[in-house]
């Protein structure tokens, strides 16, 4: 093995490869374009004397040697992060640390895109890079992610969390429904087709599957998106419904050409939470980034009474 020339950079893009098994998602998880991460995997292939990632039916797959190397690459970025960065004098105003958040659209919409108009005026060096959900545990694990945003339910068990702020569960349809007016009954929601949300293809394993629907309603899935954003896209137009976080639904019918209905049978009103994990807790830019975040939840709209039935 040749390490001349091998630098912590090359080692921050070793592990972002072994995680992602992609040249195109590891270039983006640490902002280089594809040309320049396959110029990295190349160096890292000769270095190694290994082709590292090979191409397999859907996508790339690790050799025997690069499954060998996930663990301790991992292990050696988690410990210089422990032993120096988390050292490392913290100063908002004039630090240009990246932080990396995994969070739903949802998330990003209601509390992330507040927080970084904020950020822009009291920390204007700061980055984020927002990624999406995956595997809660596995993401909390990455040496690369400071922060998770999910449901309290959702909450890997023993993890440190807070609980940022409380939504609800409304259904949007069509401004211009043919069977739909104001309220909507229970027949309908189990006659209409369903637009639902998955994450992960071909699963409906988003947190909308997990509340809902509950007792009393049943759901007859025709859609299934990746996104909450693109809901209205595909129930406007259509005699399809959708049923969405509150807060979201709210925002989007100001834009969209939907309506907002209350669910003919009540769902649980939820908690969002952030996750880190406990190698973050002496981290002072890590608790800064925490309490602003913390800040932002608090100044959000109250649900009215009405949304919170």
């Not at 050799?63 to 690459?73: D, M």
């Not at 996750?275 to 800064?288: A, I, M, P």
Request: overall charge negative.
């Amino acid at each position: 093995m040749d390490l001349h020339g091998f630098d912590l950079n090359l080692l921050v893009a070793l592990d972002a490869l072994l995680a992602e098994r992609s040249v195109t998602n590891a270039g983006r998880r640490v902002h280089l374009s594809q040309s320049a991460m396959s110029g990295v995997l190349a160096r890292l292939r000769t270095v190694f004397g290994d082709e590292l990632l090979v191409p397999a039916r859907g996508g790339m797959a690790l050799t025997p040697l690069a499954e060998q190397l996930v663990e301790p690459v991992g292990a050696v970025l988690l410990e210089i992060q422990q032993r120096i960065l988390t050292q490392v004098p913290f100063d908002a105003s004039t630090t240009n640390r990246l932080f990396t958040v995994a969070a739903s659209d949802y998330a990003v919409s209601v509390l992330l895109a507040p927080l970084l108009r904020d950020l822009r005026t009291v920390a204007p060096g700061v980055s984020v890079t927002i990624v999406p959900l995956r595997d809660r545990v596995r993401q909390l694990d990455d040496p690369h992610l400071d922060l998770l945003i999910v449901p309290k339910a959702f909450v890997p068990t023993g993890r440190p969390h807070h609980v940022l702020f409380r939504d609800t569960f409304s259904c949007i349809a069509w401004r211009h429904h043919p069977t739909v007016g104001d309220t909507l009954t229970l027949e309908q929601y189990a006659a209409l087709g369903h637009v639902v949300v998955s994450f992960v293809e071909g699963r409906v394993t988003s947190f909308d599957a997990q509340f809902g629907p509950g007792e009393g309603l049943h759901r007859r899935v025709e859609v299934v998106a990746p996104s909450y954003q693109v809901l209205p896209d595909l129930v406007a137009g259509t005699d399809r419904i959708a049923t969405i976080q509150t807060r979201l639904a709210t925002s989007l019918a100001a834009t969209y050409p939907i309506k907002v209905l209350a669910l003919p049978a009540p769902l649980p009103t939820f908690e969002e939470a952030m996750v880190w994990h406990e190698r973050f807790d002496g981290d002072e830019g890590h608790t800064w980034l925490r309490a602003r975040m913390r800040e932002t939840a608090t100044a959000l709209t109250p649900l009215t009474p009405q949304e919170t039935r």
